[in-house]
């Protein structure tokens, strides 16, 4: 229990919400540490028959103090950049546990990579191979890579995070890997090491894991040779979350489908997991700063915007607000409680008999929380029955751990928010909140 409400106040670990708003300031992105290192254990433990490299996927959640975290508890790294791999070294990461994906990779980053000497490449199209075989002969290197599949399965996850149908522009099909293993013997400088696959994000169910694997499985049958022994096989991330009250499958479950079917190829595992390690271990917190009623609607503005926290406007996300401080028990899904079923049907307007508008006999309130920016996409919550909030309380945004701040930007020149980590009873600033000043570093005039 990591974010739990203590006297009807929010609390991450042991250290209160409020006070951390007050000394921090506003928004506030909060994580608790031992709910990271907790869910890095739990998949680990879950997966830990096939005994698997966790490259957590540092586009999730890219700060120094989760990656240096996460190293010190074993894992390796899922990178999508030059900039990642940065990340990574700085945060003293195990280049022969990091792992390159990525359908745009640079020369430069390729270049990098070779240099730190990683794991292993994701490639994901012959002309990526042909340009990492050039760099890497010109640098006297072997370049390990492994085929990224786009075994063409539907996730079922949004529009805008599936990436293993073929429409999508991840991957290599079988036909082209097939060509890909029958031809390696024209790169000299590459090494086959693997096959990997990444179906989208958040999956909610099991079964597009087995049938990508079942896929895998049979092209390593049909095509392992001493130059492609296919030691690696990577499963990718994907693992869902609960943002509200969906059904998830628990690590053991995914680990059910996989393990096996791993097993049966002989190869080594790795999982890229993100989100289902960061996004339930942090909050954001804001502040409301007006109320407002037109009428028809009422809207609680606050001091985060898109912004900070990109995902209800970009992908229709759903984030569980609450304040902070509340006389009233909260639905606390992230508890899985019994309640949460109930609280999230009665939450929608027009299916209990509340009032649409104003404050009903509870004293909860329909309102429309909504950031600053000038977009009528920056609306973290539409049409919520939440409590009274006025000027000067505090929100709390949940399960914002992963795609929070690693999405964040300057639009409407807004310098990005300050992030905190808690451990116990302490907590340290682990990114000091951006200032004006370096909104304009290096820009010049002209
Ligand atoms: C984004 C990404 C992941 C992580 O996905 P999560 O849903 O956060 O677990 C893993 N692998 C690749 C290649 C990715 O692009």
Redesign the pocket.
């Known amino acids: 229990m990591n974010f739990q409400y203590r006297s009807g106040e929010l609390f991450c670990e042991n250290v209160a919400a409020g006070g951390l708003a007050e000394k921090c300031g506003t928004p506030l992105y909060v994580y608790s540490k031992n709910g990271l290192l907790a869910a890095f254990h739990e998949i680990r433990g879950a997966f830990s028959e096939a005994a698997p490299i966790v490259a957590f996927?540092v586009?999730?959640c890219s700060n120094l103090a989760v990656l240096s975290l996460l190293r010190s508890a074993g894992a390796g790294f899922?990178i999508?950049s030059g900039g990642e791999l940065h990340r990574v070294v700085t945060a003293g990461g195990d280049s022969r546990k990091t792992v390159f994906?990525?359908v745009g990779k640079s020369d430069e980053e390729i270049r990098r990579a070779l240099e730190t000497d990683i794991l292993l490449f994701?490639i994901e199209s012959e002309a990526e191979l042909d340009s990492i075989q050039a760099i890497a002969a010109a640098m006297g290197k072997v370049a390990p890579v492994a085929i990224r599949i786009n075994p063409d399965i539907d996730a079922k996850t949004h529009t805008k995070t599936t990436?293993g149908k073929k429409e999508n522009k991840f991957g290599i099909d079988f036909v082209s890997a097939s060509r890909i293993v029958r031809n390696i013997a024209e790169q000299p400088n590459i090494r086959i090491l693997g096959i990997a696959m990444?179906l989208g994000?958040?999956i909610y169910s099991v079964e597009p894991y087995a049938q990508a694997l079942d896929k895998a499985s049979d092209f390593i049958r049909e095509h392992r040779s001493p130059r492609a022994q296919f030691e690696y096989l990577d499963v990718?991330?994907?693992?869902g979350i609960l943002y509200r009250d969906q059904t998830v499958p628990t690590f053991k479950e995914y680990a059910d489908v996989i393990s096996p079917r791993i097993r049966g190829t002989g190869c080594k595992l790795i999982i890229?997991?993100?989100?289902?390690i960061t996004g339930n271990n942090a909050v954001l917190l804001t502040r409301v700063l007006y109320t407002k009623d037109n009428g028809t609607k009422h809207f609680t503005i606050v001091d985060a915007g898109m912004n900070d926290l990109i995902r209800p406007a970009m992908y229709d996300a759903y984030h569980f607000c609450w304040p902070a401080r509340s006389e009233r028990t909260p639905p606390s899904y992230l508890f899985r409680s019994p309640d949460a079923k109930d609280y999230f049907s009665r939450e929608t307007p027009g299916t209990t008999g509340i009032h649409e508008r104003g404050v009903d006999a509870d004293g909860f309130r329909l309102t429309n929380v909504v950031g600053p920016i000038c977009e009528s996409s920056d609306c973290f919550a539409g049409n919520r029955r939440l409590p009274i909030m006025e000027r000067g309380a505090l929100l709390a945004v949940f399960s914002t751990g992963?795609?929070g701040f690693s999405m964040a930007s300057c639009y409407n020149s807004r310098p990005r928010p300050a992030e905190v980590m808690v451990d116990g009873s302490e907590y340290r600033e682990i990114r000091r909140r951006e200032t004006i000043e370096q909104l304009t570093d290096g820009e010049n005039l002209f």
């Not at 990718?236 to 693992?239: H, M, Q, R």
Request: charged residues 15%; aromatic residues 8%; neutral net charge.
């Open positions: 996927s586009k999730s899922d999508v994906s990525g994701n990436t990444h994000s958040p990718g991330g994907g693992f890229e997991p993100g989100r289902s992963a795609y």
